[in-house]
């Protein structure tokens, strides 16, 4: 009905860069927030930025400064651009979204949905 398809993780050594991208379909009818969380091996997963459907943003105090979420809302797609990158932020990083599904006219259902998650490795 409604998916979340990330990519552009990978491999990068410490101090790299990397640029997450999700992109969301199906039966959208809008999307509200969303966001990018990960999951380090053995730990919680943790939320790391989000922004709202008019680009406000809030991110976890460890990656302020070094990683930017954006979003373009024509192709239901958001963004995680990944600077400064240290050893402690790998992790498998998953995409959330807050949506409204629209399968049939006039019908619309809230959901919460999570992308399939893509792993990035930072190397010394």
């Known amino acids: 009905q409604v998916q979340l398809v990330e990519s552009g993780g990978g491999l990068v050594q410490a101090g790299g860069s990397l640029r997450l991208s999700c992109a969301a379909s199906g039966s959208i009818f809008s999307i509200n927030d969303m966001a990018w969380y990960r999951q380090a091996p053995e730990k919680q997963r943790e939320l790391v930025a989000t922004i709202t459907s008019s680009g406000s943003t809030n991110y976890v105090d460890s990656v302020t400064g070094r990683f930017t979420i954006s979003r373009d809302n024509a192709k239901n797609t958001v963004f995680l651009q990944m600077n400064s990158l240290k050893l402690e932020d790998t992790a498998v990083y998953y995409c959330?979204?807050?949506?409204?599904?629209?399968?049939?006219?006039?019908?619309?259902?809230?959901?919460?949905?999570w992308g399939q998650g893509t792993l990035v490795t930072v190397s010394s």
């Open positions: 959330h979204a807050d949506l409204i599904s629209q399968v049939v006219p006039g019908f619309r259902t809230y959901l919460e949905v």
